[in-house]
């Protein structure tokens, strides 16, 4: 039987970001589920979600979504005992910084960018699109072609990710979590720093693995065929 996939994207955009890596999967033979982001601080969401991934073998999340993907792994180790494989693009479990996890966005920039996002959503979207795209040569063609797939998002919804990405740490999970965990991060990337890939590796859990690839933040977007070359070398791998 194909292995079964839930693909979660990022924060702001929508689904038809992660088309593309979608489509380049199911071409690998994987059964492949695009789900946008949901609020995961609601109890009652977050058990839907749960029972969704329960039926699936892998469990992939771009960005906010690969915190999601996290956060779901958990649950269901916890609620059915079953360790799914865990896949993050671009992500960081601890998105702003705190005492223990430094290498995040700073606690000043993100309310700025939370309050910039209150005052004018259209601009503040835009902006967050462009450092999506930022730190390789083809930024602006990346940008325009961002710009074509993003998808009109519920102003609550964009809200509820914002209060993920502020308060979700997730370290622990990682630290703990003794399923097998791929961690796979951008050079470039504008977002999340690549010395995240370094806190990563020294979680010492046992079946971390993290690689670090050239490419902005949105490398699952205009980079989709390397990273489902990744995602497939590393599901061979540990099957």
């Given at each position: 039987?194909?292995?079964?996939?839930?693909?979660?994207?990022?924060?702001?955009?929508?689904?038809?970001?992660?088309?593309?890596?979608?489509?380049?999967?199911?071409?690998?033979?994987?059964?492949?589920?695009?789900?946008?982001?949901?609020n995961a601080l609601d109890d009652a969401v977050l058990q839907q979600y749960v029972e969704k991934a329960k039926n699936v073998d892998v469990i992939i999340g771009w960005s906010l979504g690969g915190q999601l993907a996290t956060l779901?792994?958990?649950?269901?180790?916890?609620?059915?005992?079953?360790?799914?494989?865990?896949?993050?693009?671009?992500?960081?479990?601890?998105?702003?910084?705190?005492?223990?996890?430094?290498?995040?966005?700073?606690?000043?920039?993100?309310?700025?960018?939370?309050?910039?996002?209150?005052?004018?959503?259209?601009?503040?979207?835009?902006?967050?699109?462009?450092?999506?795209?930022?730190?390789?040569?083809?930024?602006?063609?990346?940008?325009?072609?961002?710009?074509?797939?993003?998808?009109?998002?519920?102003?609550?919804?964009?809200?509820?990710?914002?209060?993920?990405?502020?308060?979700?740490?997730?370290?622990?999970?990682?630290?703990?979590?003794?399923?097998?965990?791929?961690?796979?991060?951008?050079?470039?990337?504008?977002?999340?720093?690549?010395?995240?890939?370094?806190?990563?590796?020294?979680?010492?859990?046992?079946?971390?693995?993290?690689?670090?690839?050239?490419?902005?933040?949105?490398?699952?977007?205009?980079?989709?065929?390397?990273?489902?070359?990744?995602?497939?070398?590393?599901?061979?791998?540990?099957?």
């Amino acid at each position: 039987m194909n292995q079964r996939i839930l693909l979660i994207t990022g924060w702001g955009g929508g689904t038809k970001l992660l088309n593309s890596l979608q489509q380049t999967l199911q071409q690998r033979g994987y059964d492949v589920e695009l789900i946008n982001i949901f609020n995961a601080l609601d109890d009652a969401v977050l058990q839907q979600y749960v029972e969704k991934a329960k039926n699936v073998d892998v469990i992939i999340g771009w960005s906010l979504g690969g915190q999601l993907a996290t956060l779901l792994v958990d649950q269901v180790e916890k609620q059915y005992a079953e360790q799914k494989v865990l896949i993050t693009l671009a992500s960081n479990p601890c998105f702003v910084a705190n005492t223990e996890w430094q290498i995040a966005m700073d606690q000043s920039t993100f309310q700025n960018f939370k309050q910039s996002f209150e005052n004018d959503a259209i601009t503040t979207l835009k902006k967050f699109g462009y450092m999506v795209c930022q730190g390789v040569e083809t930024t602006k063609a990346d940008f325009l072609t961002l710009q074509s797939l993003i998808q009109a998002q519920k102003i609550e919804l964009l809200k509820e990710g914002l209060a993920l990405l502020e308060n979700l740490n997730l370290v622990s999970i990682l630290k703990n979590y003794k399923g097998h965990q791929y961690h796979l991060q951008a050079k470039q990337d504008y977002l999340v720093n690549y010395k995240v890939s370094e806190n990563l590796s020294k979680l010492g859990a046992k079946f971390l693995d993290v690689e670090l690839i050239s490419g902005s933040h949105g490398f699952p977007v205009f980079k989709s065929d390397e990273t489902t070359d990744k995602i497939c070398q590393y599901l061979q791998k540990i099957n």
